[in-house]
């Protein structure tokens, strides 16, 4: 079965120490997200990319980078971790550019930035 | 300023009645209005997916209502049953992408 896999689950790390999240799907869709999920702002996009060596910034995109190099994996980058970067991250991604199918999640991971 | 408002307190229903959560948005037109579920520690759940120019859809046990004029939409679960207890986000597209509601979260008493 297609699946959409995080990893890892759980990461701790410190200030000022780069961070890869790393995000899978067997779904072969075109179209990847990356959001943060943190207490009263609900889920917020940070970047998001419709195709291979496509990406585009989302709202709260200081501090992260992605890139991707083919259809499968969309990796997220914390350039220098901060404590405001503790959060949990989930990846997404949909079947086509516009909004007319539901958006596939992955299982989320929670990092803290100590 | 653009807003997407579901009740942050939780609902908590009896099992067999039917659960109702809102969602309301403002300075927002949205063509299509999505519903999810998320359970603890888990990702959200694609659950209804509505259009502007629809009035209402169901699924199962499932219904949306979608108020492009009170800027309103209405999730409804029949026969609630423990199971659903979850937290219920909504999401609209806005200029060029899905904004998530910060949810609410249902708790369904046997």
């Known amino acids: 079965d297609a699946e959409i896999t995080q990893s890892p689950r759980h990461k701790i790390t410190e200030t000022g120490r780069q961070v890869t999240l790393a995000c899978h799907q067997t779904w072969n869709h075109n179209n990847m997200f990356w959001y943060r999920q943190d207490l009263g702002h609900g889920l917020r996009l940070i970047h998001y990319?419709?195709?291979?060596?496509?990406?585009n910034k989302g709202e709260v995109s200081d501090g992260y980078s992605v890139s991707r190099s083919n259809t499968e994996d969309l990796p997220l980058t914390l350039e220098s971790a901060a404590s405001s970067q503790t959060s949990v991250y989930f990846c997404?991604?949909?079947?086509?550019?516009?909004?007319?199918?539901?958006?596939?999640f992955g299982s989320g991971t929670r990092l803290t930035v100590v | 300023s653009q807003k997407i408002e579901q009740n942050s307190e939780a609902l908590n229903i009896q099992e067999g009645k039917t659960a109702t959560l809102t969602c309301n948005y403002t300075?927002?037109?949205?063509?299509?209005l999505q519903w999810y579920r998320q359970d603890p520690g888990r990702g959200p759940v694609f659950l209804l997916l509505i259009r502007e120019n629809e009035k209402e859809k169901r699924k199962e046990r499932l219904k949306v209502t979608f108020d492009t004029t009170l800027k309103q939409s209405l999730f409804h679960i029949t026969a609630s049953q423990p199971a659903d207890s979850a937290t219920y986000l909504c999401?609209?597209?806005?200029?060029?992408?899905?904004?998530f509601g910060t949810g609410t979260r249902l708790q369904v008493f046997p």
């Open positions: 999401a609209l597209v806005g200029t060029d992408k899905l904004i």
């Open positions: 997404a991604s949909s079947e086509t550019a516009g909004f007319d199918y539901g958006y596939t």
């Open positions: 300075n927002y037109s949205p063509a299509y």
């Open positions: 990319s419709y195709g291979v060596h496509d990406t």
